[in-house]
Protein backbone atom coordinates (compact mmCIF):
# COMPACT_ATOMS: atom_id res chain seq x y z
CA UNK A 1 0.00 0.00 0.00
CA UNK A 2 1.05 3.55 -0.48
CA UNK A 3 1.98 5.70 2.00
CA UNK A 4 -1.39 8.16 3.22
CA UNK A 5 -0.07 11.47 2.01
CA UNK A 6 -0.15 14.15 5.13
CA UNK A 7 -2.68 16.62 3.18
CA UNK A 8 -5.03 13.04 3.16
CA UNK A 9 -4.88 12.24 6.82
CA UNK A 10 -5.05 15.48 7.81
CA UNK A 11 -8.43 15.61 6.24
CA UNK A 12 -9.31 12.11 7.35
CA UNK A 13 -8.56 13.25 10.97
CA UNK A 14 -10.73 16.05 10.09
CA UNK A 15 -13.67 14.14 8.76
CA UNK A 16 -13.62 12.72 12.10
CA UNK A 17 -13.94 15.36 14.48
CA UNK A 18 -17.92 16.29 15.25
CA UNK A 19 -20.68 18.26 12.84
CA UNK A 20 -18.07 18.10 10.46
CA UNK A 21 -18.75 17.14 6.42
CA UNK A 22 -17.98 17.90 3.09
CA UNK A 23 -19.01 21.50 3.31
CA UNK A 24 -16.04 22.19 6.12
CA UNK A 25 -13.50 19.95 4.72
CA UNK A 26 -13.68 22.11 1.25
CA UNK A 27 -13.16 25.39 3.65
CA UNK A 28 -9.83 23.55 5.25
CA UNK A 29 -8.68 23.01 1.78
CA UNK A 30 -9.33 26.25 0.81
CA UNK A 31 -6.54 27.34 3.41
CA UNK A 32 -3.29 27.70 1.19
CA UNK A 33 -0.65 25.18 2.75
CA UNK A 34 -3.70 23.97 5.07
CA UNK A 35 -0.77 21.15 6.01
CA UNK A 36 1.67 22.96 7.09
CA UNK A 37 -0.46 24.90 9.40
CA UNK A 38 -1.04 23.81 13.31
CA UNK A 39 -4.65 22.40 13.78
CA UNK A 40 -5.70 25.30 15.96
CA UNK A 41 -4.30 27.63 13.79
CA UNK A 42 -6.72 25.78 10.70
CA UNK A 43 -9.48 26.07 13.58
CA UNK A 44 -9.40 29.96 13.57
CA UNK A 45 -9.60 29.98 9.88
CA UNK A 46 -12.38 27.58 9.79
CA UNK A 47 -15.34 28.37 12.25
CA UNK A 48 -16.92 24.96 12.28
CA UNK A 49 -13.42 22.98 12.85
CA UNK A 50 -13.07 25.88 15.86
CA UNK A 51 -16.75 24.47 17.50
CA UNK A 52 -15.78 20.56 16.40
CA UNK A 53 -12.82 20.93 18.56
CA UNK A 54 -14.43 22.34 21.44
CA UNK A 55 -17.39 20.02 21.51
CA UNK A 56 -15.38 17.49 23.96
CA UNK A 57 -12.22 17.26 25.43
CA UNK A 58 -9.28 15.68 23.78
CA UNK A 59 -11.75 15.71 20.38
CA UNK A 60 -8.30 16.41 18.33
CA UNK A 61 -6.99 13.57 19.75
CA UNK A 62 -9.84 11.49 19.26
CA UNK A 63 -10.26 12.15 15.45
CA UNK A 64 -6.94 11.34 14.56
CA UNK A 65 -6.97 8.11 16.60
CA UNK A 66 -9.67 6.95 14.66
CA UNK A 67 -7.76 8.25 11.41
CA UNK A 68 -4.83 6.30 12.54
CA UNK A 69 -6.86 3.17 13.05
CA UNK A 70 -8.30 3.52 9.20
CA UNK A 71 -5.14 4.03 7.81
CA UNK A 72 -3.53 0.50 9.69
CA UNK A 73 -6.81 -1.36 8.02
CA UNK A 74 -6.03 -0.09 5.00
CA UNK A 75 -2.62 -1.25 5.04
CA UNK A 76 -3.71 -4.46 6.51
CA UNK A 77 -5.93 -5.37 4.03
CA UNK A 78 -3.83 -3.82 1.13
CA UNK A 79 -5.62 -0.79 0.53
CA UNK A 80 -5.40 2.85 0.04
CA UNK A 81 -7.16 6.09 1.46
CA UNK A 82 -7.31 8.98 -0.76
CA UNK A 83 -8.16 12.52 -0.93
CA UNK A 84 -9.37 14.94 -3.74
CA UNK A 85 -5.70 15.95 -2.90
CA UNK A 86 -3.67 13.31 -4.13
CA UNK A 87 -3.13 13.22 -8.00
CA UNK A 88 -4.17 9.74 -7.91
CA UNK A 89 -7.83 11.00 -7.33
CA UNK A 90 -10.38 10.15 -10.17
CA UNK A 91 -10.26 13.18 -12.49
CA UNK A 92 -13.80 13.08 -13.54
CA UNK A 93 -15.19 12.36 -10.16
CA UNK A 94 -13.31 15.40 -9.20
CA UNK A 95 -15.23 17.43 -11.36
CA UNK A 96 -18.52 16.73 -10.03
CA UNK A 97 -20.26 18.66 -7.51
CA UNK A 98 -21.10 15.47 -5.50
CA UNK A 99 -17.36 14.08 -5.41
CA UNK A 100 -16.28 12.60 -2.12
CA UNK A 101 -13.10 14.22 -0.27
CA UNK A 102 -11.88 10.64 1.18
CA UNK A 103 -11.94 7.52 -1.03
CA UNK A 104 -11.30 4.22 0.27
CA UNK A 105 -9.74 2.56 -2.67
CA UNK A 106 -8.31 -1.45 -2.75
CA UNK A 107 -7.25 -2.34 -6.47
CA UNK A 108 -6.11 -0.42 -9.15
CA UNK A 109 -7.95 2.01 -11.37
CA UNK A 110 -7.74 2.04 -15.67
CA UNK A 111 -4.49 2.90 -17.07
CA UNK A 112 -6.84 5.50 -18.62
CA UNK A 113 -9.54 6.37 -16.14
CA UNK A 114 -10.77 8.83 -18.48
CA UNK A 115 -12.59 6.10 -20.14
CA UNK A 116 -14.92 4.63 -18.55
CA UNK A 117 -19.09 3.66 -18.36
CA UNK A 118 -21.32 3.62 -15.72
CA UNK A 119 -23.70 0.31 -16.60
CA UNK A 120 -26.23 -0.27 -14.34
CA UNK A 121 -29.67 -1.23 -13.96
CA UNK A 122 -32.39 -3.35 -12.35
CA UNK A 123 -31.80 -6.19 -9.67
CA UNK A 124 -33.87 -8.41 -11.78
CA UNK A 125 -33.54 -7.75 -15.44
CA UNK A 126 -35.41 -9.54 -18.47
CA UNK A 127 -33.82 -12.16 -20.34
CA UNK A 128 -33.08 -9.41 -23.08
CA UNK A 129 -31.65 -6.83 -20.43
CA UNK A 130 -29.36 -9.67 -19.18
CA UNK A 131 -28.26 -10.34 -22.94
CA UNK A 132 -28.09 -6.19 -23.55
CA UNK A 133 -26.07 -5.60 -20.54
CA UNK A 134 -23.45 -8.32 -21.44
CA UNK A 135 -23.03 -7.25 -25.43
CA UNK A 136 -22.31 -3.21 -24.72
CA UNK A 137 -20.56 -4.36 -21.97
CA UNK A 138 -18.50 -6.64 -24.48
CA UNK A 139 -18.72 -3.41 -26.62
CA UNK A 140 -17.24 -0.76 -24.19
CA UNK A 141 -14.72 -3.19 -22.83
CA UNK A 142 -13.18 -4.07 -26.61
CA UNK A 143 -12.65 -0.22 -26.88
CA UNK A 144 -10.80 -0.49 -24.21
CA UNK A 145 -12.85 1.09 -21.44
CA UNK A 146 -13.72 0.70 -18.01
CA UNK A 147 -16.82 -0.40 -16.63
CA UNK A 148 -18.30 0.82 -13.47
CA UNK A 149 -21.18 -0.56 -11.51
CA UNK A 150 -22.48 -1.56 -8.30
CA UNK A 151 -22.10 -4.97 -7.66
CA UNK A 152 -25.30 -5.71 -7.28
CA UNK A 153 -27.49 -8.22 -8.42
CA UNK A 154 -29.18 -8.77 -11.73
CA UNK A 155 -27.58 -5.84 -14.57
CA UNK A 156 -24.60 -4.65 -12.23
CA UNK A 157 -23.62 -8.47 -12.20
CA UNK A 158 -23.74 -9.29 -15.68
CA UNK A 159 -21.66 -6.03 -16.38
CA UNK A 160 -18.60 -6.96 -13.84
CA UNK A 161 -18.76 -10.73 -14.72
CA UNK A 162 -18.52 -9.51 -18.55
CA UNK A 163 -15.57 -7.33 -17.49
CA UNK A 164 -13.73 -10.32 -16.24
CA UNK A 165 -14.66 -13.19 -18.80
CA UNK A 166 -13.15 -10.95 -21.07
CA UNK A 167 -10.13 -10.00 -19.14
CA UNK A 168 -11.11 -6.17 -19.10
CA UNK A 169 -11.13 -3.27 -16.43
CA UNK A 170 -13.87 -2.84 -13.68
CA UNK A 171 -15.01 -0.97 -10.88
CA UNK A 172 -17.32 -1.68 -8.47
CA UNK A 173 -18.59 0.95 -6.46
CA UNK A 174 -19.95 0.29 -2.74
CA UNK A 175 -22.44 1.62 -0.30
CA UNK A 176 -20.30 0.65 2.54
CA UNK A 177 -16.79 0.19 4.35
CA UNK A 178 -14.41 -2.02 2.42
CA UNK A 179 -14.25 -4.43 5.37
CA UNK A 180 -17.35 -6.35 3.52
CA UNK A 181 -18.72 -7.27 0.27
CA UNK A 182 -22.53 -7.28 -0.51
CA UNK A 183 -24.31 -9.03 -1.77
CA UNK A 184 -22.81 -12.12 -0.75
CA UNK A 185 -23.55 -14.01 -3.57
CA UNK A 186 -21.14 -12.07 -5.35
CA UNK A 187 -18.19 -12.09 -2.57
CA UNK A 188 -16.29 -14.62 -5.06
CA UNK A 189 -16.87 -12.05 -8.62
CA UNK A 190 -15.38 -9.11 -6.72
CA UNK A 191 -12.68 -10.80 -6.10
CA UNK A 192 -12.47 -11.96 -9.23
CA UNK A 193 -12.07 -8.42 -10.24
CA UNK A 194 -9.17 -7.23 -7.89
CA UNK A 195 -7.58 -10.65 -9.80
CA UNK A 196 -8.43 -8.98 -12.85
CA UNK A 197 -6.67 -6.04 -12.16
CA UNK A 198 -9.45 -3.88 -11.13
CA UNK A 199 -10.86 -1.87 -8.12
CA UNK A 200 -13.15 -1.73 -5.01
CA UNK A 201 -14.08 1.81 -4.15
CA UNK A 202 -16.19 3.73 -1.64
CA UNK A 203 -15.91 7.04 0.57
CA UNK A 204 -17.40 5.04 3.82
CA UNK A 205 -14.64 4.14 6.23
CA UNK A 206 -13.75 0.35 7.37
CA UNK A 207 -16.45 -0.56 9.81
CA UNK A 208 -19.17 1.41 8.16
CA UNK A 209 -22.02 -0.69 7.23
CA UNK A 210 -24.85 -0.07 4.23
CA UNK A 211 -28.03 2.05 4.81
CA UNK A 212 -30.45 2.72 2.56
CA UNK A 213 -29.34 6.95 1.90
CA UNK A 214 -25.71 5.13 1.30
CA UNK A 215 -27.09 3.60 -2.04
CA UNK A 216 -28.00 7.07 -3.89
CA UNK A 217 -24.88 8.61 -2.65
CA UNK A 218 -22.98 5.22 -4.19
CA UNK A 219 -25.11 5.45 -7.32
CA UNK A 220 -24.04 9.28 -8.16
CA UNK A 221 -20.35 8.06 -7.47
CA UNK A 222 -20.66 5.49 -10.30
CA UNK A 223 -22.16 8.40 -12.42
CA UNK A 224 -19.11 10.50 -11.54
CA UNK A 225 -16.24 7.79 -12.42
CA UNK A 226 -17.82 7.80 -15.94
CA UNK A 227 -18.13 10.04 -18.73
CA UNK A 228 -21.54 8.66 -19.41
CA UNK A 229 -23.90 6.29 -18.01
CA UNK A 230 -26.04 3.26 -19.91
CA UNK A 231 -28.95 2.50 -17.73
CA UNK A 232 -30.11 -0.77 -18.84
CA UNK A 233 -33.09 -1.26 -17.82
CA UNK A 234 -35.51 0.50 -14.54
CA UNK A 235 -38.56 0.53 -13.14
CA UNK A 236 -40.10 4.04 -12.73
CA UNK A 237 -38.76 4.58 -9.10
CA UNK A 238 -36.01 2.32 -9.53
CA UNK A 239 -32.77 2.89 -7.79
CA UNK A 240 -30.90 3.33 -11.26
CA UNK A 241 -32.67 6.07 -11.75
CA UNK A 242 -30.22 7.52 -9.32
CA UNK A 243 -27.17 7.48 -11.23
CA UNK A 244 -29.24 8.61 -14.61
CA UNK A 245 -30.15 11.80 -13.28
CA UNK A 246 -26.51 12.53 -11.46
CA UNK A 247 -24.97 11.91 -15.29
CA UNK A 248 -27.28 14.67 -16.78
CA UNK A 249 -26.57 16.85 -13.79
CA UNK A 250 -23.23 16.74 -14.58
CA UNK A 251 -23.66 17.45 -17.78
CA UNK A 252 -22.96 13.62 -18.95
CA UNK A 253 -24.48 11.74 -21.68
CA UNK A 254 -27.09 9.15 -20.62
CA UNK A 255 -28.05 6.06 -22.67
CA UNK A 256 -31.42 4.12 -22.73
CA UNK A 257 -32.17 0.74 -24.66
CA UNK A 258 -35.07 0.53 -26.36
CA UNK A 259 -37.06 -2.29 -24.89
CA UNK A 260 -38.15 -5.08 -26.92
CA UNK A 261 -41.90 -5.42 -28.12
CA UNK A 262 -41.72 -8.84 -26.23
CA UNK A 263 -41.27 -6.99 -23.03
CA UNK A 264 -43.80 -4.52 -23.41
CA UNK A 265 -46.32 -6.88 -24.44
CA UNK A 266 -45.52 -8.55 -21.03
CA UNK A 267 -45.84 -5.33 -19.40
CA UNK A 268 -42.43 -5.89 -18.01
CA UNK A 269 -42.13 -3.31 -14.98
CA UNK A 270 -38.81 -3.38 -15.53
CA UNK A 271 -38.62 -1.78 -18.62
CA UNK A 272 -41.33 1.19 -17.67
CA UNK A 273 -38.63 3.69 -17.06
CA UNK A 274 -36.79 3.19 -20.70
CA UNK A 275 -40.45 2.88 -22.40
CA UNK A 276 -41.05 6.21 -21.72
CA UNK A 277 -38.00 7.71 -22.66
CA UNK A 278 -38.09 5.72 -26.16
CA UNK A 279 -41.50 7.53 -26.44
CA UNK A 280 -39.62 10.78 -27.24
CA UNK A 281 -42.03 12.84 -25.03
CA UNK A 282 -39.18 14.80 -23.61
CA UNK A 283 -41.42 16.56 -21.20
CA UNK A 284 -42.35 13.23 -19.51
CA UNK A 285 -38.15 12.10 -19.92
CA UNK A 286 -37.31 15.80 -18.21
CA UNK A 287 -39.85 14.88 -15.01
CA UNK A 288 -38.71 11.80 -15.00
CA UNK A 289 -34.66 12.43 -14.65
CA UNK A 290 -35.51 15.62 -12.88
CA UNK A 291 -33.76 18.07 -15.10
CA UNK A 292 -34.73 20.49 -18.18
CA UNK A 293 -35.05 20.82 -22.16
CA UNK A 294 -31.08 22.39 -22.22
CA UNK A 295 -30.45 18.55 -21.02
CA UNK A 296 -31.88 16.91 -24.01
CA UNK A 297 -29.08 16.14 -26.28
CA UNK A 298 -28.07 14.27 -23.29
CA UNK A 299 -30.25 11.35 -23.31
CA UNK A 300 -29.37 8.49 -26.13
CA UNK A 301 -31.65 6.01 -26.80
CA UNK A 302 -29.83 2.90 -27.81
CA UNK A 303 -32.35 1.25 -30.67
CA UNK A 304 -29.68 -1.51 -32.21
CA UNK A 305 -25.79 -1.68 -31.74
CA UNK A 306 -25.05 0.57 -34.66
CA UNK A 307 -26.16 3.64 -31.84
CA UNK A 308 -23.12 2.12 -29.53
CA UNK A 309 -20.33 4.09 -31.28
CA UNK A 310 -22.09 7.00 -30.64
CA UNK A 311 -21.71 7.06 -27.37
CA UNK A 312 -18.10 6.47 -27.87
CA UNK A 313 -17.86 9.92 -29.42
CA UNK A 314 -20.49 11.49 -26.84
CA UNK A 315 -21.96 12.84 -30.03
CA UNK A 316 -24.81 15.44 -29.81
CA UNK A 317 -28.47 13.82 -29.49
CA UNK A 318 -31.79 15.15 -30.24
CA UNK A 319 -34.64 14.31 -28.38
CA UNK A 320 -35.38 10.34 -28.99
CA UNK A 321 -37.69 9.55 -30.95
CA UNK A 322 -39.39 5.83 -31.64
CA UNK A 323 -38.46 4.38 -34.58
CA UNK A 324 -40.94 2.90 -37.73
CA UNK A 325 -40.30 -0.64 -36.20
CA UNK A 326 -38.38 -1.66 -33.41
CA UNK A 327 -35.51 -3.56 -33.47
CA UNK A 328 -35.20 -6.21 -31.28
CA UNK A 329 -31.62 -7.98 -32.77
CA UNK A 330 -29.48 -5.45 -30.63
Not at 76 to 83: C, E, G, H, V, Y
Not at 204 to 215: L, V
Amino acid sequence: MKDITEKTKMLLAFSFLKGVGPATLRKVIDVSDFVNFSVDTIASKVPKIRSALNEEPYAWQKAMEKAIIQIDLAQKDNARILSVTDVEYPSLLKTTKDDPLILYVKGHFSPDPSNSVALIGTREPTSHGKIITARIAEFFLGNRWSIVSGLALGCDTVAHETAVSLQGHTIAVFAHGLHVVSPSQNKALAHAILDQGGAWVTEYPYGHNATPHQFVKRDKIQAGLAQGVVMVQSDLKGGSLHASRAAISYGRWLAVPQPTQRDLDRKESKVKANSLISEGCWQKTSELLKCDESASNLVKLIRSKEDYPNLLQAMEHTNPKPPAEQNNLF
